[in-house]
């Protein structure tokens, strides 16, 4: 079993609103992640929110995901993790940690990294675009607790880098698991982008 771990608990300080919220392919960066991951093949979603759990909760149905709190959010994404596996069924064998202001990353993109994880001999997956390691990442059970024990500064990369030998890199044709959509402007440039593509497919 293999759950996805939508973080969303960011204070969006640079965005100026929730970024869960964006409006985005029919829906908002959060209900997209939620779709992605279940299109890929993940048996299960974790939902982590921050400050604007509230407004995020009354604005969209989760119904679909287990939804976490995370009420330290200065913690880093290495918190929210935290909070997300002590949250997990005991019966998963891997999470898909996926930033929710890349949602963006293509549904093919999701399914190649579980892909290779279903292959075995890999603890820790990865996308690789245009030689540049990006997100989502997978991580097996066997690292949980070095991921509940990863110093906040480092965070995840600490658990990445702990053993190259056990990371498998795969490599991507989707540009978007290197872009972190993190202000109104990489926003605005994201929707021009996908308008494009529509326009001239």
């Known amino acids: 079993m293999i759950t996805a771990i939508i973080l969303a608990a960011g204070a969006s300080e640079r965005m100026g609103r929730p970024k869960a919220l964006l409006p ?60 997300a596996i002590d949250a997990l069924n005991r019966s998963v064998d891997a999470v898909l940690v996926w930033h929710v202001d890349r949602a963006h990353v293509a549904v093919a993109t999701l399914a190649k990294l579980l892909d290779r994880f279903m292959e075995g001999g890999a603890a820790v997956v990865l996308p690789v675009h245009a030689g540049r390691r990006g997100h989502p990442v997978i991580f097996g059970r066997e690292v949980f607790d070095e991921l509940r024990e990863a110093p906040d500064a480092e965070g995840a990369r600490a658990v990445v880098r702990a053993d190259p030998s056990r990371v498998a890199l795969v490599p991507v044709e989707d540009r978007a698991v290197l872009e972190d959509i993190d202000t109104p402007e990489a926003y605005a440039d994201l929707l021009r982008r996908i308008d494009a593509a529509d326009t001239n497919p």
């Open 24 to 83: 985005f392919q029919g829906g908002t960066f959060l209900e997209t992640t939620v779709a992605k991951s279940r299109a890929a093949g993940v048996d299960s979603c974790v939902v982590v929110l921050g400050p604007d759990a509230g407004k995020i909760i009354e604005s969209i149905d989760l119904s679909d995901a287990t939804v976490v709190r995370n009420d330290e959010p200065a913690s880093g994404p290495i918190g929210s993790i935290r909070l």
